[in-house]
């Protein structure tokens, strides 16, 4: 064999060993799109998509939190009602097995709250329309009437009927059907899906003008805390907005993430303090701000488990500095302000000497930068006794619609994005401020006392 052949089955032996490496990549090239493809297919089916967490953002099983309360804390029971409807007294007098007489009889009290049937109580209005040569048509009213449907329409609910709809489904987080079934089953009120959310939008048009109070009352307040997470308008695309204090609440579903909605909201003159965290639609803004201790405290935390950060000096004494923030702003009203601001300035001087401090390691670096970013609102909360240190507010203000948004997905059309919105800031603002809601919101329901 000569050499010229040699060279080419040298050549062939080569090239099958290249194309036997390229067929096993591309063989693990596949094996991976279609693990990619099926893990993709299991998550849009799965509970809540697409706004589940990924599991790589959930909490290690053995890092959660234990459930219920701290240890030590205060007993809880049933208070003793107000008052008594009815009161049942059954006498001891003798043995109810040998009728023989009885000794050391001890009274015993115990109070029973129970719910006696309900059944709707119907009204049959009859009122009157007609016409003044001077006034034109006029009309009777009644404090129960809530439209003039006539026809197909006469038979409607009362303002006590919607307004405990209206919380149902937009306090409590039931859906549509389920506020119906419970309607039916608890009060005998039928009621359709479709009907049920016709008039959730007649009142929320009814109520607008507290919703817009509202507003104006948040860009009054001395602090306010801001939040916002994924939302859904018959379809992706939309971002649910909170804005709280500690007595008013004010949701705001809309397509932007951006700066725009902070400004719209708290509007160009707000002079109080913006409490979040560090996204950078809320930097824009010229307000005085603080950002969330929490979050910062998180991002240690993450930063600690990069590599190449194996000496955490300087990330633990960041965790020092903001435990000792929130420890500070707890001893407001306990020292003199004497001292406390002494103390605030040390924390000042405290934060620039770890600004200041020259770092390496990956995780030092990217705290360190961080924080530069957001150096002038680190102490925020030791200025403005309104503003905490944390932004768990707006948090727990997010947390009922992140469980209805598990339910529903958000909102079908406009029209009930802002019927939501309405309704579900009235309600979480009553509940802040220990306001019977459904009394509160079917007071504004009658015609004859529609504002305006």
């Given at each position: 064999?000569d050499?010229?052949?040699?060279?080419i089955i040298e050549?062939?032996?080569?090239?099958?060993?290249?194309?036997?490496?390229?067929?096993?990549?591309?063989?693990?090239?596949?094996?991976?799109?279609?693990?990619e493809l099926e893990?993709?297919?299991?998550?849009?089916a799965?509970?809540?998509?697409?706004?589940?967490r990924e599991?790589r953002?959930k909490i290690?099983?053995?890092?959660h939190?234990?459930?219920g309360?701290?240890p030590?804390?205060?007993?809880?029971y049933?208070?003793?009602?107000?008052?008594?409807?009815?009161?049942?007294e059954?006498p001891?007098?003798?043995c109810?097995?040998?009728?023989?007489?009885l000794t050391?009889i001890e009274r015993?009290e115990?109070?029973?709250?129970?719910?006696?049937?309900v059944r709707?109580?119907?009204?049959?209005?009859?009122?009157y329309?007609?016409?003044?040569?001077?006034?034109?048509?006029v009309?009777?009213h009644?404090p129960?009437?809530?439209?003039y449907?006539q026809?197909a329409?006469?038979v409607?609910?009362g303002?006590?009927?919607?307004?405990?709809?209206?919380?149902?489904n937009?306090?409590?987080?039931?859906?549509m059907r389920?506020t119906?079934?419970v309607?039916?089953d608890?009060?005998?009120?039928?009621?359709t899906?479709?009907?049920?959310?016709q008039?959730?939008?007649?009142i929320a048009?009814?109520?607008?003008?507290v919703?817009e109070?509202?507003?104006?009352t948040?860009?009054?307040?001395?602090?306010v805390?801001?939040?916002?997470?994924?939302?859904w308008?018959?379809?992706?695309g939309?971002?649910?907005?909170?804005?709280?204090?500690a007595?008013?609440?004010?949701?705001?579903?809309d397509?932007s993430?951006g700066s725009?909605?902070?400004?719209d909201i708290?509007?160009d003159?707000?002079?109080g303090m913006?409490?979040s965290d560090?996204l950078?639609?809320?930097?824009?803004?010229?307000y005085?701000k603080?950002?969330?201790?929490a979050?910062?405290?998180?991002?240690?935390?993450?930063a600690?488990?990069?590599?190449?950060?194996?000496?955490?000096?300087?990330l633990?004494?960041?965790?020092?500095?903001?435990h000792?923030?929130?420890?500070?702003y707890?001893?407001?009203?306990?020292i003199s302000?004497?001292d406390?601001?002494?103390?605030?300035?040390?924390?000042?001087?405290?934060?620039?000497?770890?600004?200041?401090?020259?770092?390496g390691?990956s995780?030092?670096?990217?705290?360190?930068n961080?924080?530069?970013?957001?150096?002038?609102?680190?102490?925020?909360?030791?200025?403005?006794?309104a503003?905490?240190?944390?932004?768990?507010?707006?948090?727990?203000?997010?947390?009922?619609?992140?469980?209805?948004?598990?339910?529903?997905?958000?909102?079908?059309?406009?029209r009930?994005?802002?019927?939501?919105?309405?309704?579900?800031?009235?309600g979480?603002t009553?509940q802040?401020?220990?306001?019977?809601?459904?009394?509160?919101?079917s007071?504004?329901?009658?015609?004859t006392?529609?504002p305006g």
């Open positions: 064999m050499d010229r052949i040699k060279a050549e062939l032996r080569v090239e099958v060993k290249r194309l036997k490496k390229r067929i096993e990549s591309l063989e693990q090239e596949n094996r991976r799109l279609r693990e893990k993709a297919q299991q998550q849009a799965r509970q809540a998509a697409p706004f589940r599991e953002k290690p099983p053995d890092e939190k234990p459930p309360r701290k030590g804390h205060p007993g809880s049933r208070k003793e009602p107000d008052h008594i409807d009815q009161t049942i059954l001891l007098n003798n109810p097995k040998c009728s023989g007489p050391d015993m115990q109070i029973i709250e129970e719910i006696p049937p709707p109580h119907v009204v049959k209005l009859i009122t329309r007609g016409r003044c040569p001077c006034c034109g048509v009309e009777t009644h129960l009437q809530t439209s449907g026809g329409a006469k409607q609910l303002p006590r009927a919607l307004a405990l709809a209206a919380c149902l937009k306090v409590h987080g039931l859906t389920k119906c079934r309607l039916q608890l009060c005998g009120l039928r009621i899906a479709g009907g049920l959310s008039a959730l939008c007649r048009n009814r109520v607008q003008w919703y109070g509202l507003v104006e948040i860009r009054g307040s001395p602090a805390f801001a939040d916002e997470t994924s939302w308008v018959g379809g992706p939309y971002w649910l907005w909170v804005f709280t204090t007595e008013q609440t004010v949701y705001h579903v397509h993430r725009k909605v902070v400004r708290l509007g003159d707000f002079g913006l409490v560090c950078s639609s809320y930097d824009p803004a010229e005085a603080h950002k969330c201790v979050h910062h405290l998180r991002a240690i935390s993450k600690m488990k990069l590599a190449g950060t194996t000496d955490h000096t300087y633990l004494a960041w965790r020092s500095f903001f000792a923030i929130i420890a500070l707890n001893l407001r009203g306990v302000k004497q406390f601001m002494a103390k605030r300035q040390a924390m000042e001087l405290w934060r620039e000497s770890l600004l200041e401090r020259p770092v390691q995780g030092d670096v990217s705290v360190r961080r924080l530069l970013k957001q150096r002038p609102h680190l102490l925020g909360c030791l200025y403005e006794p503003a905490e240190p944390t932004n768990n507010r707006a948090e727990r203000a997010l947390r009922p619609a992140v469980i209805a948004r598990k339910v529903s997905c958000g909102n079908k059309t406009e009930g994005r802002d019927c939501w919105q309405i309704l579900s800031s009235i979480a009553c802040q401020q220990m306001v019977d809601f459904v009394e509160y919101l007071s504004y329901l009658p015609l006392d529609t």
